[in-house]
């Protein structure tokens, strides 16, 4: 078998409403009933993943929104008239936690919005498996939303920090194809 290069890309995008809406989302999440995860694998001190589909999630809500915008403009740029989310999700990191390398099936993008970002070393990573080595350059800042194919193996490193980092996840589809 034979890797050849392909180029591909990821997406940053700026969410202009972050500022005025950190805290409101961070409540939100608050008042999450706590659930963790904590597998060997993944240390995760408090997220929705494992909740029950049918637990009351209003910080989605808020946070579809907010990030309507941004979706409807990213899937002018990737051509396609279309887009859904098919699963989105908190997850709250404090020290030394952390979600291993995986991929998210079934999906055409993965993306992270950072509500909370302390050190830049604590973001995601995406690991390049025709080279071997975990993609370093990515320079992602909190309040941005990290958008980036969702067959590219990624995780988030321990948290290093003593600070929390918090995040919101969500799996999308673009669809509909319009190269006019």
Not at 45 to 60: C, H
Not at 95 to 108: A, S
Not at 118 to 146: A, C, M, R, S
Request: one cysteine or more; hydrophobic letters at 35%.
């Amino acid at each position: 078998m034979k890797f050849f290069d392909l180029k591909s890309f990821y997406i940053l995008t700026d969410i202009k409403e972050h500022q005025q809406n950190k805290n409101k989302l961070l409540s939100l999440i608050n008042k999450m009933k706590l659930s963790t995860i904590n597998n060997g694998n993944d240390v995760i001190s408090k997220t929705d993943w494992n909740l029950p589909k049918e637990t009351k999630r209003e910080y989605i809500n808020f946070f579809y929104k907010m990030v309507t915008p941004y979706m409807n403009d990213m899937a002018v740029k990737l051509k396609c008239k279309s887009w859904d989310i098919s699963n989105a999700w908190y997850q709250v990191y404090k020290e030394q936690d952390t979600h291993g390398w995986h991929i998210h099936e079934n999906n055409n993008y993965t993306n992270v919005y950072y509500i909370n970002l302390p050190e830049k070393n604590i973001k995601t990573e995406l690991y390049d498996v025709k080279d071997n080595k975990v993609i370093d350059e990515i320079q992602i800042e909190e309040g941005q939303l990290f958008t980036f194919p969702a067959h590219i193996i990624h995780r988030s490193p321990p948290n290093t920090s003593n600070k929390i980092k918090t995040i919101i996840s969500f799996n999308s589809n673009f669809t509909q194809i319009n190269l006019t």
